[in-house]
């Protein structure tokens, strides 16, 4: 069948006589791409119009009728009835889905037709598109059906990168043209426990409804889980919200970010105080848990073809213990926030995996709803790559195979770094079975044309390098881009290169420019902490300034790309503008505006693990005490140097430090002298100073912003260094498992300084 012949159109778009609004939508659609591949612009008519010649039917018609066609329709609670039909049946073509409800099965269906035609859409907006250029269009016989492997689609902007109206409109239209939903299910977010019994309503005459601090105060963002009136009112609550709303499916709720807690006594008495490895310590599951299905079966009761929905986040991740029947409409959002995301579910190198697995299968196993809240690029505040494609190929059969019904993915808008993950992702949420490399190898071919196949192994190659890496990744957590990137770089820089060699037309070669500043990026990035890691602190800092650089000449191209952080985040740890602050800390007291350089601390220092918390006993602060040293890198933490098992178990626990290093004799009299330590992944830290303790601080990782386990430790020392000698240094460190993975040691150069 020819619906354009040499720019001529050769058919008729046709709609029902009294179209859905999704149909007139999807005609626009269709009309408006045919005409921007093939200059032809073709008819919309009525079907009650005279018509002649090659049809294209799109939406609920008669003719559809007709053919006894049978279309996807309905909208249960279920929410299982989704999908679309594309049909060849004598002069017609056929495109129509499920409109009922907020199915966009007919407009579905017109993008799948377009993608059999050539178009992509990598990115959201025009930079992203590719249309291809056909004067004649044909239509190869199709009968094919179509249904989602997931219910639940979606990929979201977490605000961790500022956007415009415009770039949010770009994403929608992004989402739908990869056939991502935004089902409206009440959502659990963060907080949403304040819908069940409204504080304005009720805190002031019944504060014993609300959670105790641990000062003795109650607090109006969370509930006292344990108190039988706070089930009654929620449940109240649900009920009169779904008799107002038919239409509503679900009512979600969740307590605020972070592990909030109850300190009544009555709390306190029902948390087991299991601890489970960074997933959440003391756990709320079990009394938070029973109070969720206390109220699913209160609500159950009249509408047990709705949702109660809550999440399973932070210190409420696993299924409780002592619950023998759940109620049938208790639904779950896993969001499983300390999980690597560098390997697959079940991968025996990575323990946070494996127990990733343990808990979904028993909430699977237990629950008829559960969708998944994960984190995807993981961390990308610093616009760092975060390649998980062969994470995502294994990943989504396993999750669909428990029944999972979908995905509320939290992204960034930081689209160069992030997008082909975006991508493969939504492919393989529509269809668990896409061929990944065929994805992979399509997209290279249309977005980058002449330069697709060296591009295709630059992907590969940096793919590649972080599988084999032996960290660990979660969100909030930087990826050790420092060791990973190094030993790629050169094939990597050979490969950018021959792709700029290769490109032809100005589009292409624009996609591969922005490429380029992508990759330089990165390599500024690596010389940023190799110069920090060398001590050449004012270096590191004109690195990251070209970094900023970078990100400006992008964002000329395509806002989104490689995006500023938000004014509000920008203290947040792992920011680029958070880096430069503590390096400028650094720079100005090592030879800057602050103080003056004495003495760079070695590299590379003694090291001894301490399991059995014997070394303070046998002084193994002085130099020469103990037996089996190592050496030790203290620009990296130890997790990455090799201190883990097989499975990926870090070391935690108490482990030392030391060195020596000489101290100028010509120390200008008067004058203080100050030790810094670079940063310590720590829960506790001691520090000697020729055999002297010179400083204690206990529970540093729960620190957040300029005070966590991150920023510089500034000692002053005068009285204790001896000048024109070797001295020594000595540090305790203790990691216990924290909230996420743990990490530990001495991670940036250390050094001594004078005050100007």
């Known amino acids: 069948m020819v619906l354009v012949k040499r720019h001529k159109p050769q058919a008729t778009i046709v709609l029902a006589n009294e179209p859905s609004e999704q149909a007139q939508e999807a005609a626009c659609i269709l009309q408006d791409y045919i005409e921007k591949i093939s200059d032809a612009h073709i008819e919309i008519k009525k079907e009650s119009e005279n018509i002649s010649g090659n049809t294209i039917l799109v939406g609920h018609n008669q003719k559809v009728k007709d053919l006894s066609i049978e279309v996807p329709s309905g909208s249960t609670f279920q929410l299982n009835e989704e999908g679309f039909v594309i049909k060849t049946a004598g002069n017609s073509l056929i495109l129509v ?35 291809p ?39 929608r239209l992004w989402r739908d043209r990869n056939k991502l939903n935004t089902l409206s299910l009440s959502i659990p977010g963060d907080g949403s426990i304040r819908r069940l019994v409204p504080a304005k309503e009720y805190f002031e005459n019944s504060p014993h409804l609300f959670a105790l601090n641990k000062d003795g105060d109650r607090r109006s963002d969370m509930l006292c889980l344990s108190e039988p009136e706070t089930v009654n009112i929620a449940v109240k609550t649900i009920k009169d919200t779904f008799r107002d709303n038919p239409d509503t499916l679900s009512f979600g709720f969740a307590p605020p970010d972070g592990f909030p807690m109850c300190y009544c006594q009555h709390c306190q008495d029902s948390i087991p105080e299991f601890n489970h490895k960074g997933y959440g310590d003391p756990s709320l599951s079990d009394l938070w848990f029973r109070f969720a299905n206390c109220i699913a079966k209160g609500v159950y009761e009249e509408f047990p073809d709705r949702w109660v929905l809550t999440n399973g986040y932070a210190n409420r991740v696993r299924l409780p213990e002592g619950i023998a029947e759940f109620s049938p409409n208790l639904g779950i959002q896993s969001a499983i926030i300390a999980a690597c995301t560098l390997h697959h579910v079940g991968d025996q190198r990575c323990w946070q995996r494996t127990l990733y697995k343990q808990l979904l299968d028993r909430w699977t196993d237990t629950l008829n709803c559960v969708f998944i809240y994960d984190y995807d690029p993981g961390n990308s505040l610093v616009n760092l790559p975060f390649p998980a494609i062969h994470n995502l190929k294994r990943d989504m059969p396993y999750f669909r195979s428990r029944g999972t019904w979908g995905f ?20 393989l949420m529509w269809d668990t079975e896409a061929d990944v490399e065929a994805l992979v190898r399509d997209y290279c071919r249309k977005f980058y044309a002449d330069a697709a196949d060296v591009v295709e192994e630059y992907i590969w190659t940096l793919e590649s390098a972080v599988e084999q890496t032996t960290s660990h990744q979660t969100w909030g957590r930087l990826m050790q881009w420092k060791t990973i990137f190094p030993p790629v770089q050169q094939k990597l820089d050979y490969l950018i290169s021959q792709a700029e060699e290769l490109v032809q037309d100005s589009r292409s070669r624009e996609r591969v420019q922005v490429l380029r500043l992508v990759h330089n990026h990165m390599k500024a990035y690596v010389k940023m902490e190799q110069f920090v890691a060398q001590g050449q602190f004012q270096v590191g800092l004109e690195w990251a300034d070209k970094m900023m650089a970078i990100r400006d000449e992008v964002n000329i191209i395509k806002s989104g790309l490689l995006p500023h952080t938000p004014d509000w985040a920008r203290d947040f740890r792992t920011t680029l503008e958070w880096h430069k602050e503590i390096y400028q800390d650094l720079a100005n007291k090592a030879g800057g505006q602050e103080g003056k350089l004495l003495t760079l601390l070695p590299r590379q220092w003694e090291f001894k693990l301490d399991p059995k918390d014997i070394g303070v006993i046998y002084q193994w602060y002085l130099d020469g005490r103990g037996e089996d040293w190592a050496t030790i890198d203290t620009t990296l933490n130890w997790e990455g140097q090799g201190y883990q098992d097989q499975q990926g178990w870090g070391f935690w626990g108490k482990a030392w430090y030391r060195t020596g290093f000489h101290v100028p004799a010509d120390v200008e009299e008067g004058k203080s002298i100050w030790l810094t330590i670079g940063a310590v992944y720590n829960r506790g830290v001691w520090i000697w100073l020729n055999g002297m303790m010179q400083r204690f601080e206990k529970d540093r990782h729960r620190r957040l912003g300029h005070h966590d386990v991150r920023t510089p430790i500034h000692i002053d020392v005068t009285d204790w260094v001896r000048s024109g000698e070797i001295n020594h240094v000595a540090v305790l460190v203790n990691t216990t498992p924290p909230d996420r993975n743990p990490r530990g040691g001495i991670h940036r150069r250390s050094f001594l300084w004078t005050p100007r």
């Open 408 to 427: 509320w993915t939290e992204g960034t808008n930081s689209w160069m770094v992030t997008h082909l993950n975006y991508y493969v992702r939504a492919k």
């Open 97 to 131: 889905g499920n409109e009922d409800g907020e199915y966009r099965g007919t407009i579905y269906a017109v993008y799948t037709f377009l993608e059999e035609l050539g178009c992509r859409w990598f990115f959201p907006g025009e930079f992203g598109e590719v249309i």
């Open 133 to 171: 250029e056909i004067d004649t269009i044909s239509v190869r016989a199709m009968d094919c059906i179509e249904h989602p492997s997931f219910r639940i689609r979606n990929i979201w902007y977490s605000g961790w990168a500022p956007t415009t109206d415009q770039d949010h409109q770009d994403f």
